[in-house]
């Protein structure tokens, strides 16, 4: 997962994940960077997990669990973002592909 340094400002960071998607991102608010970090950090538990070769029944649903969490996370994202790009003719393109690209990617 890509790490990025807080400012006020804006925020820029740039990783290769190894799973074919681009992690070069810019989060431009400390406010939306926020907002990110659970989801980040649930994801990476969600990827972790798929390394560690045994699973109880209780670890499935935990795992379950996250995933629904993640997936509920990830569209309430997606309507802000749709929302935003709606009222922000000049973020109305840019908004719309990010936001259809997220749902893609949660299929």
Do not use: W
């Not at 029944?57 to 929302?83: D, P, S, W």
């Amino acid at each position: 997962m890509a790490t990025s340094p807080c400012s006020s400002s804006g925020v820029s960071s740039s990783s290769s994940s190894g799973f074919g998607m681009d992690t070069g991102l810019e989060i431009k608010t400390k406010s939306v960077e926020q907002t990110l970090v659970p989801l980040i950090s649930q994801i990476t538990t969600l990827i972790n997990h798929k390394e560690k070769p045994k699973k109880s029944e209780k670890t499935l649903q935990a795992i379950q669990r996250v995933g629904q969490a993640v997936n509920q996370a990830v569209g309430r994202f997606v309507t802000v973002g749709e929302t935003i790009g709606n009222e922000n003719r000049e973020l109305k393109e840019e908004m719309g592909f990010a936001c259809s690209e997220a749902r893609r990617a949660g299929e």
